[in-house]
């Protein structure tokens, strides 16, 4: 989830005329509860450095600096690409030492041509790669509205009762949010339009190009114009940032919001755009695993590279931050475009990746449909009996998980029986109180395991870069480093053996009182997950030791 997201409430003080100031601003902001967390907070112990991340520090530091790792642990990454040519991520990229690289022939027999770091499932044969994709509720639409859009519901026969009831959730759920993307891209290309008329008129009353916190402060003039609009933008700056931001900085958050709204306006929510052809498969035959390309890459990887980071990037090269687990290899698997990815895609992924020798598979993505669901299950399953891991990010609606909100999910088969290799994560915060669950975070004491680290998270990002990044999207990696940290150490633990650890060595927080997500309500933490915790690095080293 981008930052942005949380910011829009705040931006709706900007009257939609760029000719004019909103009045009562003073109503509508409030002071920040705290300011922005150390950089590489996800490694600190709640009770040391009193900041709620995974105690890997820790772990390494007292419980492990003594200890040699037995195993190099492979981490499959199914995400939009990884950028492995990052500084920080030297070293801890995967190489299938059975292919030899670009002599454009299959030396390992498995399939996929001259795939030395992994697999794209959404690329082309001819090196083309999908960038952005529909949401599945966009396709499951156009599936469905020839056969169903102007049927008499009187005369829907026996068999099709159910599908038509379908479509008619699939029809009121995709008119009401395509609705919304385009109201939603009018106004913050608006916001944009006017937040730039108060930028230009504060750059040119302080004489600089960005504005500072400080910079305000120092205005005493008085045009009421100038006033107001720094008044405007100081209350801004407090309710997103305090005394670490800067105006140019909100000015690129509210882009990435106008180009977040435009791609669900023009793409997302478009039932005329369809990029599948780029791949040249059959995205109906499930059947078909042949398909793609070696760019494990693409055209868009700073999701992928950002989860990468946190999991694996170099603890010890003194570059940009420091992953949780040391002895990682990232086999990178592409198979999330900008938008839903697909079923076919995603089961195909999950078999690339048991196949070619991953221990533990990062899942950080999700959507609210899934056509396919039982092809994906199949390779969930198959996951089980090869003994592979699976972490999923539990998503970002702020609300409920149930069996059928959320996909892909644990609940497996025809009886939906909960798959005993599933871990689920939900995303919290660096402080303990209010806010310690992600206000963005969706949360289930039956699906939800436990929280990790996944607000303004610091990671990797392409071309040698790093920022924050908030969403389950970043607690899923967290978690996923702490158990690949585990089985570095511990081998021969099975993937039961490690949920069970990490289950019970949570640090426990469930009696702390904190904002359920999504609404107002103060709730305890541990009715928000099945442990009431955050993963614990230090706890769950010392658990898996008394285990041996």
């Known amino acids: 989830m981008r930052k942005f997201l949380k910011f829009i409430p705040c931006w709706v003080i900007f009257l939609w005329s760029a000719g004019t100031f909103a009045a009562g601003l003073q109503s509508v902001v409030s002071e920040p509860d705290s300011i922005f967390p150390p950089k590489d907070w996800i490694n600190l112990d709640p009770q040391a450095d009193g900041v709620m991340g995974t105690s890997s520090d820790r772990a390494y530091q007292l419980l492990l600096k003594d200890k040699t790792p037995k195993k190099t642990v492979v981490v499959a990454v199914i995400d939009s690409g990884v950028d492995i040519e990052h500084e920080d991520l030297q070293g801890k990229v995967w190489t299938n030492t059975k292919e030899i690289a670009g002599n454009g022939k299959d030396d390992d027999g498995n399939g996929y041509i001259d795939d ?20 599945e509720l966009t396709r499951e639409y156009v599936r469905l509205k020839d056969k169903y859009e102007n049927a008499d519901p009187a005369r829907i026969k026996k068999r099709d009762r159910d599908e038509f009831a379908y479509w008619q959730k699939i029809e009121k759920d995709f008119e009401s949010k395509r609705e919304e993307a385009v109201m939603n891209h009018q106004f913050t290309t608006q916001l944009k339009e006017n937040l730039l008329v108060i930028s230009n008129v504060l750059k040119e009353a302080v004489g600089k190009e960005d504005i500072t916190p400080q910079d305000l402060q120092a205005i005493d003039d008085e045009d009421p114009r100038i006033a107001q609009a720094a008044t405007m933008v100081a209350q801004l700056f407090a309710n997103i940032g305090g005394e670490d931001t800067s105006l140019n900085a909100v000015l ?17 929510f478009n039932p005329d755009f369809d990029p599948r052809d780029i791949v040249g498969d059959n995205p109906n035959n499930y059947k078909e695993r042949r398909y793609g390309n070696n760019d494990v890459t693409g055209s868009d990887a700073s999701h992928g590279t950002h989860v990468a980071g946190i999991i694996a990037a170099n603890r010890n090269n003194a570059l940009g931050m420091r992953g949780i687990a040391e002895h990682v290899l990232i086999m990178s698997v592409r198979a999330v475009p900008n938008g839903d990815e697909r079923d076919k895609d995603v089961a195909n992924a999950i078999y690339y990746a048991v196949d070619n020798g991953a221990d533990i598979i990062n899942m950080s993505f999700g959507k609210s449909y899934s056509p396919g669901k039982k092809h994906v299950d199949k390779a969930v399953d198959y996951a089980r009996k090869k003994g592979v891991l699976l972490i999923h990010a539990d998503g970002n609606s702020g609300e409920e998980l149930t069996r059928d909100n959320n996909y892909p999910n644990r609940w497996i088969g025809k009886k939906g029986k909960p798959a005993p290799h599933w871990i689920g994560v939900g995303a919290s915060a660096w402080e303990k109180g209010e806010n310690l669950a992600g206000s963005f975070s969706n949360y289930s004491k039956e699906s939800v395991d436990f929280f990790a680290p996944g607000v303004d998270v610091y990671s ?11 969403g389950t999207s970043m607690a899923a990696p967290a978690a996923t480093g702490v158990a690949a940290l585990l089985l570095a150490y511990y081998p021969d633990l099975k993937p039961a053996d490690v949920i069970e650890i990490l289950r019970n060595s949570v640090y426990d927080l469930s009696g702390e009182l904190v904002t359920k997500p999504g609404e107002d309500e103060q709730v305890p933490f541990g009715t928000l997950s099945v442990t009431g915790g955050l993963v614990n690095a230090y706890k769950a080293v010392q658990l898996a030791e008394q285990m041996q």
């Open 116 to 135: 030395i770091h992994g697999w794209n499932f959404i690329g082309g044969s001819d090196g083309a790669n999908v960038d952005t994709d529909s949401y």
């Open 252 to 268: 690129e958050e509210l882009d990435r919001a106008v180009e977040h709204y435009e791609n669900q306006a023009e793409y997302a």
């Open 460 to 470: 990797t990002l392409p071309g040698n870069a790093y920022d924050e990044n908030s």
